[in-house]
DNA sequence: TTTGGCACTCGAAGAGTGAGAGTGCCAGCC
DNA sequence: GGCTGGCACTCTCACTCTTCGAGTGCCAAA
């Protein structure tokens, strides 16, 4: 529906616009981008793709702003073609691999290797599947009143929970209720299990029921929900950004990224499907992210579904900002069974 | 030093500027506050007071405003007194606290809702003390190559770590590892027994020395140092204030949150002695402050030392500040034995 | 010692102006 | 028919000028 001159054109603004952040004048356009069409040329067809929906004029006699739809436009034909690695970024993940983090260290600092490099937000983030095999289950002894609950899940995730007992609760109680559970539950996926073992524990422990109801909200508090854990980092590097010295739109991204709950859907709703997604803020106003753009790469496997993920303005540099987040991705996944958090060396 | 009318000037000015942000005229002081004495007064006392540091005049023909040193002496005024207790906020509170949380969640909702109640932003932090004793250390295996230890200090404080080891580590191994190292390191203080067991273990346990070594490694990583972990809420309120909207400021302070490290020779230092502290960013350039101020509740006991605290605009409202933050501390360790995170209800 | 009065200072806000960038449209050219 | 150069028009931005008001400092009188 674009000929290949207004696709030509596209491209030409949004690239323009990202790297001056100002509205583009045909004149411009033809000087630096275009030099064999003329700017009356260029002129005329900027009315056609505002007319179709590609840029917009903040005023009359002002250049033209690409709106989402170019933005779309533009990241898509970043995504189709092929990204050139950056081997610095992939030599710096390398380093931090080699500290023998677990993985979800890992997923930290690779969050905040992101932020540096491309001077945006970062953002990790990993939880559960819904589906995750429940391995075992496991009681670590505190005192007579506490103790803490170990849920150890498919794909060496551990979830935890201090629980306090109304009662007493020995060290021999507590292995054997861990032994029953784990005799019914072990392999099993949570949610298949979980209501079967309730009604299991409540009726047959019965000497030991109280304390056990009270362990077993608990642990279904733990792992019920698909929760996602979240990091984030860089905030500060946003300020720098010459876009935001307006204090609105800051305070509407801080918002977001310190209240779990909308972070945690924006997430859900937008790493849907494995691999890189873009968001570009302003194409719906119901994710929250306003005049900002998000691009997340996520990847469920064993057990957890891993997410990273940057914030940054809708006119920042995609090309770069892609390849930074592919680099670092790949950094993590790579070596083959090195994934899901392997920690051999 | 001051007399009694000058030391009044002060803090009517301070007062006002607290409540308006703009700097304080001697003819509002007169008709507001000061109303037995002329403007003509104020201003020669004005001039006295300026010679002595406690106010300056952002230029010539304009009033004038209070420097750090007519701040801390507001504060301290302020600390002298009693104030009220919010009961409003006690109640929040106790709400809170009937949830069952552990003593590390609980803080972080307290802090969450003084950062609400105050339009400031809330910190959170505990460290286990250099002194904490050690409880007892217990491997949970998870399979032949990982195992997560776990320190579990006095105080129930806990700490872990998931262990990835280089070769084949039976759970009877571990559990006989982890059974020496209790029979020695029990119940002492951390920092003695450390370079003790480390050559024991090194010496006695040859067969599995390599493991061995890598996880004492790890325990003196994991408690070694007195590392504060760290909880900060409500960076978007501090956005609202009119005072802020100079980026420039901001950018200092979301730094300065964002880096542990820095964050934490903060709080150490402001925070040495148990109680209430109040520190003026203005008053020591070096706190990374800036021209923030931050109130501190900090208390050790128990093998753990707990800092609440807020960050605020240097003319925050302390008064209000100060009682909400006692109210929350106060709820937070009342009820005697239910300090230290005691989970009984 | 305190007070009223007065001249002076300075910044904030508003109006006016010119420069510059950009557009839309028209008429001519290939 | 599509492309281009030219021209009139529009709108913002930055700058200057002016006015207004709040506030001071100082002096003389009570």
Redesign the interface.
Known sequence: MLTERQYAVVMAIVFEYIHTGEPVGSRSLSKKYLTRISAATIRNEMADLEEMGFITQPHTSAGRVPTSKAFRLYVDSILEGKRQKSSELADRLLDLKRQ?A?FEQLLVYSSQLLSRVTHTVALAASAPLAQVRLERV?F?S??L??A?L?V?LQG?L?HQK?L?F?CEMSRETLDEIARRINTIASGKPWDEVRDGLRTFLLKELDEVSESCRLAMTEIDGLVSAENFRFFT????QI??LPD??D?GR??AI??LL?EEEALSRMVRRYSAKDGLNVVIGSEDPESGLGSFSALFSSYSGKGTRTVLGLIGPVRMDYEKAIAALETVWDGLYENGNNSEGR???
Chains 1, 2 share one sequence.
Do not use: N
């Open positions: 023998r677990d496991e670590v505190i005192d009143y506490h803490l170990l150890v060496r551990i201090m306090a109304p980092t860089g905030i500060h300020l720098k935001f010295q204090i800051l305070q801080l918002s310190e920690l051999r060396d």
